[in-house]
């Protein structure tokens, strides 16, 4: 493709203040959308069917997690084709054909897990949802790296919106129209989200070319397998927590209110989303050009903000989280204000362990992602399953101990890189 062919939109070298606002303004609506949903889903089944709805979410969502390692890959790829005014190399499409074989067998594993696998067992629909979800995940994974690569930001944002409206729209369906609750509608709802690409399918595959050159299936399972592991064991931090906390502390109708804080907790998250999705395409025209103090000093001055920022969010926490719990989910979800307020404060270095890990990925030091996941997972849950607190705090702390880890490694793993290249 010449640049001629290109979109208009794409031709421009970066991503700018519009841009920028275009993909604020869609992380946040599809965040409030995805907050209203849990609060009518909560509403609409009995707190222990919250706790498994929330099971599954984790579930899906964790899988959903690990398979973003398309769209960091991706997204690199794209970026550099842009730059380079040549299509998307068809690493691409090898990158998510293996992602989805790699995500059918964890799920088959999943599957023979206690907890969550449970669900998986008592149900053939909703694990049959749960294979589709699978590959709808990574397509769409695929279809944002490309947009967002190439700089289609409008499409981009349009698939954001467009996931978390398509779950809203079937949940509220349900709930108006006085459909009994299950299991597998609830998976439904999840599921559906996964296919907000369908409708900018034509503009990604016009973007993508055939050339496989200087890349061997070798070099892609490593790439994928990488970034698939670092996400997926990041996930165990983020939407996969309620999965691997109901696997160690259990499901049941006392602990659904922690795995709904931690969804609201997820709010500083949100606030940095927009932050997240330029991170890679930032941190590799910062590379490219050689600019490794520039990546340092932005490394630096994140995680001044973080902690500032989880400073603020243990304070309001502790004197509005268990106010704000009640609001969103119902009168019948209550926590203590010391398990919000942590939860929310760890979100805020999370969200900052997440941006600079975003750096290892534009480094292309995806084995080093890995261990900076790796060391955290394991960290949480050993103080999961071993910290002498009651389950409420031990989720809170497994929480905390996370992010703190998470920070430190991909921070001592950016700057040693950085400064090895420099």
């Known amino acids: 493709m010449t640049p001629a062919d290109q979109p208009e939109e794409a031709r421009s070298e970066g991503l700018g203040r519009r841009s920028g606002l275009l993909i604020a303004v869609a992380f946040f609506t599809a965040s409030a959308l995805g907050f209203v949903l849990l609060g009518v889903v909560s509403r609409w089944v009995t707190p222990e069917q919250t706790a498994q709805f929330l099971a599954l979410w984790g579930l899906v969502f964790g899988i959903g997690s690990a398979l973003s390692a398309v769209e960091q890959e991706i997204v690199r790829l794209a970026t550099n084709a842009h730059l380079d005014r040549v299509r998307v190399p068809g690493r691409a499409l090898q990158v998510t054909g293996l992602a989805i074989a790699v995500a059918v067998v964890v799920v088959l594993v999943i599957a023979l897990l206690p907890g969550v696998g449970e669900l998986l067992r008592q149900s053939v629909l909703v694990a049959a949802l749960v294979f589709v979800a699978t590959g709808g995940f990574a397509v769409q994974c695929m279809s944002r790296a490309v947009l967002l690569g190439t700089n289609q930001v409008t499409a981009y944002v349009s698939v954001i919106v467009l996931e978390a409206l398509l779950r809203l729209v079937l949940a509220a369906g349900f709930v108006l129209g006085g459909v ?25 595959l016009r973007q993508l070319g055939t050339d496989t050159s200087g890349s061997s299936l070798r070099s892609v399972g490593s790439a994928v397998g990488a970034l698939g592991l670092a996400n997926g064991l990041q996930s165990v931090q983020v939407t996969a927590f309620p999965a691997v906390a109901s696997a160690i502390l259990g499901i049941s109708a006392a602990m659904a209110p922690v795995y709904g804080a931690v969804t609201l907790a997820r709010l500083p998250l949100v606030a940095l989303a927009p932050v997240q999705a330029m991170a890679v395409p930032v941190a590799t025209r910062l590379i490219r050009s050689g600019r490794m103090g520039d990546l340092l000093g932005l490394v630096a001055k994140l995680s001044a903000g973080g902690f500032a920022c989880a400073a603020l969010a243990l304070g309001g926490g502790w004197l509005l989280g268990p106010w704000a719990l009640r609001l969103y989910m119902g009168p019948g979800y209550d926590i203590a204000p010391a398990v919000i307020a942590l939860l929310l ?42 910290a002498p607190l009651a389950p409420d705090m031990r989720a809170a702390a497994g929480v905390v101990v996370g992010a703190l880890v998470s920070w430190a490694a991909a921070s001592v793993a950016v700057t040693r890189e950085a400064r090895r290249r420099a």
């Open 180 to 204: 009994a609750p299950t299991l597998g509608l609830a998976a439904l709802v999840i599921v559906i989200g996964c296919f907000g690409w369908v409708p900018v399918v034509g503009r990604v």
């Open 345 to 386: 404060a760890a979100s805020c270095v999370l969200a900052v362990a997440l941006l600079i890990v975003a750096a290892l990925i534009a480094l292309e030091r995806y084995w080093t992602a890995v261990t900076v996941w790796l060391v955290a997972g394991i960290a949480v849950v050993l103080t999961l399953a071993a």
